[in-house]
């Protein structure tokens, strides 16, 4: 059926921040089949942003049923599942009945940001980063589970008589996949805990301290486990199949990218972008801005760190252009406007929407353009939509560098927006350096791919995976250095004017 052999084939799914897709991989890494299904943003109030689970666990359930359907196979040919996910968003469901009790509260969601001040003061942000690697900001888990308990009626008696449980995406998927109800797994893996802003980093497990100061009953926690190893078999439509990986999609696009050795980097440009760095067994703390978190654990083998860039917005940059301001009908056009003309025309776009990440940790931060004179069209709008990912990659790899020591070489990318050249052209040029994508774009399903594998014996080691990493395009500088350096420095200026927005 499948025009790629035989088979057998691993199965992936990746729960997103927009999408839900599952992608069927076989042997030699290659994509079989994918099916994609968006599920509803929901934005509250401005700085809220929720997702409906059981909407998205339909979803879920759906396309793996298309997945299949397309490649033209059954359960049967599927050896194993992994599962990747959007980090960070958080739910609480009902243990009995297997209902969410609120909606899951996003990763991009800033309505923490007063109650983590709360938990800063007098010590300041970094309070939990020695034991989490992670500064008090509204990005992390734990805060919206506080926030969850503290502010929907009766959740914390709920909480306190055991009948809730708190999951990222990840858990919410197993849970359901393996049982639900019925027996489901209440398990997470460690690069998904190591985002709650609860786990220790050290000791890969739940902190009680930390669960005690941000008002955490711990029996609401799921069980940390590898991000490869058989964690259940799959009930339903997929019975059988052993549910065998997962892994923070970020961590997941390190894995598919084969960054396994101490060094390699890589970036994945989606909602957001996420450039991690692998740092091998030692957990790396960061004094310019990054995160340190768990790159991935294969089974009972010693844990990888990263250390990690986030930058909240990128591709919801163009997401917002075309839908909230309509000045474009299709992702895609944002290339062909911003290509009609020759430079931004003066103007900056810094999309603090969700304040800023990395490397400056700011909720009071919201979004600014400046520059604008009469002279700015929609087209050089779009190009300074394209340049602040450039820009804020820039701004990540500077603070990779002080942290590290190391130059960059090149980046590897993947991600949607690397189909976008000049994009990517662009980016070669602030960074100075080449970018590089491989074939296989979609590193982060294959990631989870690659670990589900291993944790079966699908594939037998990392050096067979690396064998799959093929180079399929490469961009290297074209820019003038003392343009690039005004442009910077320009930058620069713009992201101050976001600071301290929000009183
Ligand atoms: O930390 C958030 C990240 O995991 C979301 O990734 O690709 O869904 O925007 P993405």
Redesign the pocket.
Known sequence: ASTHGEGPFIAAI?????SSRCIVFDKDGRIVAVDQKEHEQIFPKPGWVEHDAAEIWTNVQQVVAGALEQAGITKADVKALGIT?????TLLWDKATGEPVHNALV??DTRTDTLCRELGRNVGQDRFRRETGLPLAS?FSGPKIRWLLDNVDGLRERAERGELLFGTMDSWVIWNLTGGPDGGRHVTDVTNAS?TMLMNLHSMSWDEKICQSMGVPMSLLPEIRSSAEVYGEAKGELAGVPVASAL???QA?LFGQTCFSEGEAKS?Y?????LLLNTGHEAVNSYNGLLTTVGYRIGDEQPVYALEG?I?VT??LVQWMRDQMGLISTAAEIETLASSVEDNGGAYFVPAFSGLFAPYWRDDARGVIAGLTRYVTKAHLARAVLEATAWQTREIVDAMQKDSGVELTALKVD?GMTSNNLLMQTMSDFLDAPVVRPMVAET?CLGAAYAAGLAVGFWSDVDELRANWKRAAEWTPDMDAADRDREYKNWLKAVQRTMGWIE
């Open positions: 990746d729960q997103g921040t927009t996910n959007q980090r960070e968003t990763w991009q990005y985002r923070g999609d970020q696009a994945t989606g909602t957001g972008t996420f986030a909240a591709g919801s991600g982060t």
